[in-house]
């Protein structure tokens, strides 16, 4: 009786306290439009889009083994896995997992497509730490308003600019902070009938938060705009025929697409201009932001 009392206690001490905001997962409102089902297309040689509509995941693709960008969510990896078999390939044959940024909409099904590829996984050094606590950091601007990613067991961690290696693959990691501090951005060459263009796969830079944070004051994470301009800088400058990005809507892949499928010509998922577009896009959004917070317009 004892133990019974102790425990009706507990619940009712339980009941009355109010939970932190991130100790319980915030209910998803955008998740099932997220993870609307996509066919999968060739964007380009070996390059392929195997995601969910609302959530990029990209294979890359070789006889030695692929490369994987981006998990989506959790509930999007039988997704993801039937249309990398659609497409001609095995998730088995997945040998490198890497990620844009470490949010439940693009790091949440890196856990289990790692359990069912045995791919290695290699992230930034804040993405890394995020992936193996299983928890959100924070640092995160958007921490106590998003979901926690699943536990990743095995993570390696690389530097800017460092170019990872599967056979004839090679992927080079670009860190893009802003967005979370460990925000990281791809590029890579995918060749077709002897033409090789220059993919980017670019990180979300929109500067977006829990209500009371700042991106001019935080102490949690006090270079964040100075994160954003380096990130803004590096898009509007790297070389990039084809823009991807890892929510396809920010770089307009859905009407490339969608133009390619009426036989618009020259290829319309080429567009040389993409990666500057976002980046005045980003710029644009964090002035405003900026403004926001400060009061203070740009100077004329």
């Not at 930034?124 to 299983?134: E, F, Q």
Request: net charge positive; glycine share 8%; charged share 20%.
């Amino acid at each position: 009786m004892r133990a019974l009392r102790r425990f009706a206690f507990l619940l009712s001490l339980a009941g009355a306290l109010s939970l932190p905001a991130h100790a319980v997962d915030p209910p998803c409102v955008h998740c099932a439009e997220w993870n609307t089902p996509q066919k999968p297309f060739r964007i380009y040689g070996n390059t392929y889009y195997i995601g969910p509509h609302g959530l990029s995941s990209v294979l890359i693709t070789s006889d030695s083994g692929h490369v994987l960008i981006d998990g989506a969510l959790a509930e999007s990896v039988p997704q993801i896995v039937a249309n990398i078999k659609s497409v001609g390939f095995r998730i088995e044959d997945v040998k490198l997992i890497v990620n844009s940024h470490a949010h439940f909409d693009h790091a949440g099904g890196i856990a289990e497509l790692q359990r069912l590829s045995g791919a290695q996984i290699v992230v930034s050094p804040w993405t890394a730490g995020v992936l193996k606590a299983g928890r959100v950091s924070s640092s995160d601007p958007q921490y106590g308003i998003i979901r926690a990613t699943p536990r990743v067991a095995r993570v390696k961690t690389l530097n800017d600019g460092q170019t990872l290696h599967i056979g004839p693959l090679a992927v080079t990691a670009h860190l893009t902070p802003g967005h979370t501090p460990g925000g990281t951005s791809w590029t890579w060459q995918s060749c077709d009938g002897g033409r090789c263009l220059n993919l980017v796969y670019a990180d979300s830079l929109t500067p977006v938060s829990a209500d009371g944070f700042q991106f001019t004051h935080s102490r949690k994470y006090p270079r964040a705009i100075a994160d954003f301009e380096k990130s803004i800088a590096f898009l509007s400058t790297v070389p990039c025929d084809i823009p991807l990005s890892a929510h396809g809507d920010a770089s307009r892949m859905w009407d490339r697409l969608d133009a390619r499928e009426k036989g618009v010509l020259p290829d319309p998922m080429i567009d040389p201009s993409g990666c500057r577009q976002m980046a005045d896009r980003s710029r644009d959004a964090l002035q405003k932001r900026i403004t926001g917070e400060t009061g203070q317009k740009p100077a004329q």
